[in-house]
Nanobody
């Protein structure tokens, strides 16, 4: 079992920055691909960014060039640096873990582990 705990959400002004963190329990963090999803009010959950076990990185077009995903295996932590945020980035952000990056990117229902989410609100 892997437990994921997100932190770093909050209120930020448009154009500002925020860094989300997700810390995983267990000693097998490096064997998982990690990712971030988000869900805005009234919307479906959507892929934001993913990082594979060997650090291949993928982004949704809507955040490419503004968000950066990274991982620090010694700390069992994955980060999402959010820059130049926009009001449309307002959502609950979820951390996910799965052995396969392909599952994270293409099979939302098949992802093994989800965090409980952290709320990001961007004011205009």
């Amino acid at each position: 079992q892997v437990q994921l705990v997100e932190s770093g959400g909050g209120l930020v002004q448009a154009g500002g920055s925020l860094r989300l963190s997700c810390t995983a329990s267990g000693r097998t963090f490096s064997t998982y691909a990690m990712g971030w999803f988000r869900q805005a009010p009234g919307e479906e959950r959507e892929f934001v960014a993913g990082i594979s076990r060997n650090d291949n990185i993928y982004y949704a077009n809507s955040v490419k060039g503004r968000f950066t995903i990274s991982r620090e295996n010694v700390k069992n932590t994955v980060y999402l640096q959010m820059n130049i945020v926009k009001p449309e980035d307002t959502a609950v952000y979820y951390c996910v873990a799965d052995p396969l990056i392909s599952t994270i990117m293409r099979s939302i229902d098949g992802i093994d582990y989800w965090g409980k989410g952290t709320l990001v609100t961007v004011s205009s």
